[in-house]
């Protein structure tokens, strides 16, 4: 099998039935393909649903399997476990992949032999029809977006793929192991990523490798903006106790250091009378902050 390409899903039985669809019309050859639900024990009809996509659809290479221990991470290394590609894909079960996804993902792999991994574009569908007006370029990593043009090239140091379009090969996860289970439902790709980086591994961006995202209306609302901007603090707590303790020292330093270049941002973002944006960065560099030295979030 040349490609797996895995959903995880908890409880999105609103958006899973248009995510597995959208894998119905790959122009990929079925034989090179397969496609993967890891339910990570939902109580609505995620299993219906994904059982009945198998049972609807004989011609795909289908497999169905739970994962009991909660969180994404538990789920994504029980897709890693039972596929059988050569190259395993992530999308998230919210996300609707273009028809040339697979196809373009497998010939980025194969166009570029020397890359251990790769991500593509993931462009937002926001219900309200149009990106918020507090959204920048510096936010974009809270609504999942990533688009840096048309051209496939390496990702830059300081940036990642997210976790909605993501693919690896899979001696990466032979080698370095599969994805932190202590870090709970966020930033285990980023992290994964860093692993990969800090090992000698290479990320390349493919352009043409794309999905769409559904952006729930709460996820640009204050107070799912708080709870994800403290748990992105907390989680690279969680992160450093397996570094060194100097990056732990450190780490509060960078934090202030980027709060203070959110400020001077967000004076520029003033000063052209620009508000909301000057306001959400500034604050949402905060909350990143004061999450590193919370317990709970």
């Not at 099998?1 to 039935?17: A, F, Q, T, W």
């Not at 039972?82 to 040339?100: L, T």
């Not at 559904?214 to 106790?241: C, N």
């Not at 400020?263 to 604050?283: D, M, N, R, S």
Request: net charge positive; charged share 25%; aromatic share 14%.
């Amino acid at each position: 099998m040349e490609l797996s390409i895995i959903i995880c899903s908890y409880n999105r039985d609103k958006y899973l039935p248009e995510a597995l669809e959208s894998l119905t019309k790959q122009t990929l050859d079925n034989s090179k393909v397969e496609y993967i639900v890891i339910n990570n024990n939902s109580t609505d009809k995620t299993e219906e649903i994904s059982l009945n996509f198998g049972k609807n659809n004989p011609e795909l290479n289908f497999k169905y399997a739970i994962e009991s221990n909660q969180g994404l991470s538990y789920a994504r290394n029980k897709g890693i476990e039972i596929a059988s590609g050569k190259i395993i894909a992530f999308i998230d079960d919210d996300a609707i992949a273009e028809p040339d996804y697979a196809e373009n993902l497998l010939q980025a792999f194969q166009n570029n032999p020397k890359f251990d991994s790769l991500g593509g574009k993931v462009l937002p569908i926001y219900f309200a029809g149009k990106e918020p007006k507090w959204m920048s370029k510096y936010l974009e990593g809270f609504v999942s977006k990533v688009d840096y043009g048309d051209t496939t090239t390496a990702f830059v140091s300081t940036k990642y793929p997210v976790g909605c379009n993501m693919a690896f090969r899979k001696e990466v996860f032979e080698e370095l192991g599969g994805f932190n289970v202590d870090l709970g439902i966020r930033n285990d790709d980023k992290y994964m990523f860093l692993k990969l980086r800090r090992n000698g591994k290479t990320i390349l961006y493919a352009a043409d490798v794309i999905v769409h995202h559904y952006m729930d209306a709460f996820r640009v609302e204050d107070w799912y903006i708080k709870k994800q901007s403290f748990q992105v603090g907390a989680t690279e707590r969680i992160r450093l106790k397996q570094e060194p303790f100097i990056q732990t020292l450190a780490k509060p330093f960078e934090y202030l250091f980027k709060f203070a270049a959110a400020v001077i941002l967000g004076t520029v973002f003033l000063l052209k009378g620009q508000t909301a944006k000057a306001t959400y960065l500034v604050w949402i560099r905060w909350l990143v902050f004061i999450g590193f030295f919370k317990r709970k979030y």
